[in-house]
């Protein structure tokens, strides 16, 4: 993340609760890693 990211025009109007495909692909993806984190960690059973 950081750099700046290529965002389709027609992504950047709509809104956050329908989710465009590749936002929702990378929140899996965070929240994936999050909860290996938290698992790993013992954080989580």
């Given at each position: ?10 992504v ?13 692909a ?5 929240d994936q ?11 989580l059973?």
């Amino acid at each position: 993340m950081g750099k700046n990211e290529v965002v389709p025009e027609k992504v950047a109007w709509v809104p956050r609760h329908q989710h465009p495909p590749v936002t929702r692909a990378r929140v899996s993806a965070v929240d994936q890693m999050l909860f290996d984190v938290l698992h790993t960690s013992g954080q989580l059973p």
